[in-house]
Structure formats: C-alpha cells, structure tokens
C-alpha cells in the first residue's frame, strides 16, 4: 500500500502570526505532496514497497538517495504538523520536563540548545529533540532530509520533536531571519503531542 500524503490537523492559517498560511499551504500541498510521491515511486516494485516508515529509514542503506531523502522528506514531515497546534506553546510537564531538566538543567537552557543546533544547521536540514531508550533526551540535527532514525544520523535517538529550517519553511514571511523563525515555533509546539512521543518510545 502507497503511503499517502495526510491531512493538516489544524488549517493552514491557524498558526499565524508565527507561521503563515501561504507557507504552510505550499509546505504540506506541494513540498510534502513531492516527497510522498516520489518515496512511492521509488519503492514501487521493491522489497521496500509495505514496509512501514519506520522500518524503512530504521534499517536503509545511506548510498540509497531516492528513499533517503523523500523517505525522510516523507517522514520528517508528517512529524512536523504533529508536533505543532494553534494551541501550542508553553513548556513541557510531566515526565518529559523532568527528562529535558534532568538533560539541560532547564527547559531555557533546553531551548537555547534546541535554537542553536537548528539556527547553526548550515544549509538545508532539521533540528531534533530526541529520546534515548532509558529515557534520556538528546539535541541534534541533520542535513538535507535526513534524520536520526537513519544509521549514523544525529544522535541516533528517537525523534519526538522536529524543527524543519529549510528556507522553504519560513522565507515566504522571514526571508534570511531564521532566527526568528526559530523563536516564533516555540510558541507553537504540541507538547502534549511530544509527550506522548516521548513516552511511547522511552
Ligand atoms: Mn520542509
């Protein structure tokens, strides 16, 4: 079964004022659209073709580009919408606030770490806040559409929080300001969604 492009949980405005609706409706219509099916394409008639999205990046070969980087397109972006909501922003509670203090000592301090890894990203990738087996969290980032789920990407964790810093994610209304950008996202993350990653995949 092809995987398909899913459906926006919130509208294409309703992140405004920190991400706009032209951006996101080129983001998700056109952008994540390319990905799913070009990774379609490239699995068709392969023994990739019905394995699940995890199992694909968990286990791929690197030298494999077509399924590198719209696999992870394909996946990096479907965590992305889950990650953000209109009713976002704040900070973590419960057991992922202990883990990100217990990692950072703060969540300020977590968030200059989480803002530097995705302001410093040379180029074209992602920011991730990652969970350890055992349940320590971890800050990295990769280039390009790659992700830590990828053998020898990142921090090797498991991505529970995801921030997109190619320029197609914000240039529309920051142009080159990515560091705004950066900012603006930690008023919309979903971290009731990156709990539950968090607890699902300690
Ligand atoms: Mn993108």
Redesign the pocket.
């Known amino acids: 079964m092809a995987f398909e492009l899913p459906k926006l949980p919130y509208a294409f405005d309703a992140l405004e004022p920190h991400i706009d609706a032209k951006t996101m409706e080129i ?1 998700h219509g056109k ?2 659209a390319g990905y799913t099916n070009n990774l379609n394409n490239a699995i068709a008639g392969t023994d990739l073709e019905g394995k699940s999205i995890d199992a694909i990046l968990t286990n791929l070969d690197m030298s494999n580009g077509a399924v590198r980087n719209n696999g992870g ?1 394909y996946y ?2 479907c965590l ?1 919408w889950e990650i953000m909501s209109p009713n976002g922003g704040g900070t973590p509670t419960g057991e992922l606030a202990d883990a990100i203090n217990n990692a950072f000592g703060s969540f300020e301090a977590f968030k200059d770490a989480f803002s530097k890894a995705a302001a410093t990203r040379f180029g074209s990738g992602w920011a991730w806040l990652c969970v350890h087996k055992g349940g320590k969290v971890d800050v990295c980032s990769s280039a390009n559409q790659d992700n830590p789920l990828m053998p020898g990407i990142g921090c090797g964790g498991y991505p529970i929080l995801g921030l ?1 810093v ?1 320029e ?2 914000y240039y529309l209304n920051y142009q080159n300001r990515r560091p705004d950008y950066i900012n603006a996202f930690f008023n919309v993350i979903n971290w009731e969604e990156v709990s539950k990653r968090y607890t699902e995949n300690k």
Do not use: E, P, R, Y
């Open positions: 983001h952008h994540h397109g990096n972006h992305f997109d190619w197609h994610a």
